[in-house]
């Protein structure tokens, strides 16, 4: 029974990593840069997943395993694609923060 649930984890990680990949650049990164859009992003995987496997004990064990790998995932993304993140420098002006990924967008893609 636990390699059907640590199965439900992996295929959810490259699930969400589809997902992902399918967003444009600019809402894609934004979501990997904000802590908001990182937690939107687990539960939204783990209701998804609680909802199709509700009623079983294995499924139930794998979208909780899939919650837990999902935060793994999140990091592999942003090593991969990049994120942006708005924050405040020392004068009070916000400021957009970028880091490129493995795949390099332009600045443009990214802003």
């Given amino acids: 029974m636990m390699e059907i649930v640590l199965f439900y984890g992996a295929i959810n990680v490259i699930a969400e990593l589809i997902f992902l990949g399918m967003l444009p650049p600019k809402p894609r990164l934004a979501i990997l840069g904000a802590k908001g ?62 880091r490129r990924g493995i795949i390099n967008y332009s600045a443009k893609e990214m802003i």
């Fill in 37 to 98: 859009g990182q937690w939107a992003l687990h539960m939204t995987m783990l209701l998804i997943t609680l909802w199709v496997h509700w009623g079983t004990i294995s499924g139930t064990m794998g979208a909780f395993t899939a919650l837990i790998f999902s935060f793994p995932a999140v990091w592999f993304a942003q090593l991969l694609w990049g994120f942006t993140r708005v924050t405040t420098n020392i004068s009070g002006q916000r400021v957009r923060v970028m």
